[in-house]
């Protein structure tokens, strides 16, 4: 199964790109970017290949680049059947080129990388692991956050601190709102409902999970998700919010403080 998301113009710019949302394994997702012209795709993670091979044949597509996002074997598990099969470039953050595949190309936070026509900022965000990055497309107004940003959550702290994963939400908290966020497993349901248990009055949290619940039940990926409704609904990147400090009894507690505490609760849900 996978979902379309077109962009023919970005802030008046004619674009000629397409990101598809494929799903693999369980609970994972692809994200595959596809450059009409001239049939080309770079892929974001690779949780397993034969989904992923399907679309390129399907849609006579080659794949020149592969960006990983962090170590997990679900989010790199289909990376060597896909540089056979396509000859593609792999590209991985350098402080954790130990745990990744073999990269070919090396990147760090803050770089700015140039590939197919397109410019992804390097955005490092550890919390999950220590070695994440997240790819941030302003042309594609798209954020690839794997397990840091989630869609109405977060990943679990697999490596790092909470301190780590609240300043890394923090950064990407401050992205143009209508950046779209493409998170590497669909949990959503399951985040909302749990968000749910500590802001019992927020309207647009409410809303919300009826519409995912709805798109859940047509087997339609929840993902991905416009920041803007993040910032209103995601009671994890919402710890500096002050009814969220009422709602869990922490009136005068640093947003980290809040931050732990809702991630502790989230991890026994």
Known sequence: MSYT??????????LNYKIETISCLSDNYAFVIV???EKKAIL??????????KFLETNSLSLDYILLTHH???????????????GSKVIGASDDEYRLPELDMHVKSEDNLQISGLNFKILDVPGHTVGHIAFYC????SLFSGD????MGCGRLFEGTPEQMWNSLSKLKKLDPSTMIYSGHEYTEANARFCQTIEKNNEDLKSRLQEIKRLRSSNIPTIPSKLSQELLTNTFIRADNDSVKKDLE???CSALEVFTEIRRRKDSF
Do not use: C, F, W
């Open 5 to 14: 998301r077109k962009l023919n113009y970005q802030k008046g710019k004619k």
């Open 35 to 37: 450059e009409h012209s």
């Open 44 to 53: 974001v993670d690779a949780p397993e290949s034969n989904p992923i091979i």
């Open 72 to 86: 997990h074997d679900d989010h790199i598990q289909g990376v060597k059947d896909l540089v056979t099969k396509y």
């Open 138 to 141: 302003e042309e594609l107004e």
């Open 148 to 151: 840091s940003l989630m869609v």
């Open 250 to 252: 922490l009136d005068g």
